[in-house]
């Protein structure tokens, strides 16, 4: 168990709203990252955080944003959300500093955008 | 730019037989690690095994077993005597070795659907 929950697990919004998820860890890894899981594509970077308030985009980050104030928590913050948006979003986090590590990841969010 | 192809979408077997996951895979890079995957009908992802370009000793777990072959980009999967709860998507991914951010590039995933 590599201790990373999300929230919320699912979530219905509709077209324009803002949303936010929260990915958190208890074992203060340093690196943490959001992907999108979408048929055929398997899962895709969207931002990827290396320390507190330390982040870059991934391959689709248009309409997405981040933030990370403390190691411990990962938001990703969609400012107004498009039916394009709807997926299954997961959380992960790296342990250790070497660039060899697997990544873990967490229970995933189901989102759908009306 | 990195990509990784899982030619087959969707395997189906039944129980005890063997099945044998493709994964090819393209990059500039002379040192890069490779992964496999699970996800299971419950959703999570599950961990399975991690390689590295410099080694390119075959690995055997219990009923699975990991192929690399650097010569044709491939890292294949095979799952020896399936069981139904083998029935899952299995992903392929690769990184770059040693890059900021160890960023994993997915194929497209295959689904296995073991029957008893």
């Known amino acids: 168990d590599a201790g990373i929950t999300q929230s919320p697990r699912h979530k219905v919004t509709e077209t324009g709203t803002p949303v936010t998820l929260r990915c958190h860890q208890t074992e203060n890894h340093r690196y943490m990252y959001w992907y999108r899981q979408d048929p055929g594509h398997g899962l895709r970077l969207i931002h990827y955080s290396y320390g507190v308030k330390d982040t870059d985009k991934g391959e689709v980050s248009d309409g997405y944003s981040v933030s990370r104030s403390k190691t411990e928590d990962f938001l990703l913050t969609l400012e107004s959300a498009t039916s394009s948006q709807t997926s299954v979003y997961f959380c992960?986090?790296?342990?250790?500093?070497?660039?060899?590590?697997?990544?873990?990841f967490g229970p995933g969010t189901r989102l759908t955008v009306l | 730019a990195q990509k990784v192809t899982q030619a087959q979408t969707e395997i189906s077997v039944v129980e005890k037989e063997d099945v044998t996951l493709d994964c090819v895979y393209e990059?500039?890079?002379?040192?890069?690690?490779l992964f496999w995957y699970k996800q299971p009908p419950s959703g999570e992802l599950v961990f399975l095994i991690r390689r590295n370009s410099f080694d390119e000793q075959n690995e055997i777990s219990g009923r699975y077993s990991w192929n690399f072959q650097k010569s044709t980009s491939s890292f294949n999967f095979t799952i020896t005597a399936s069981q139904v709860v083998d029935s899952a998507v299995y992903f392929c991914?690769?990184?770059?070795?040693?890059?900021?951010?160890?960023?994993?590039?997915f194929g497209g995933g295959t689904r296995v659907l073991v029957k008893p």
């Open positions: 990059t500039r890079d002379t040192t890069y690690y």
């Open positions: 992960a986090i790296r342990p250790g500093l070497a660039g060899d590590n697997e990544q873990f």
């Open positions: 991914a690769l990184t770059r070795a040693g890059a900021a951010g160890n960023k994993l590039t």
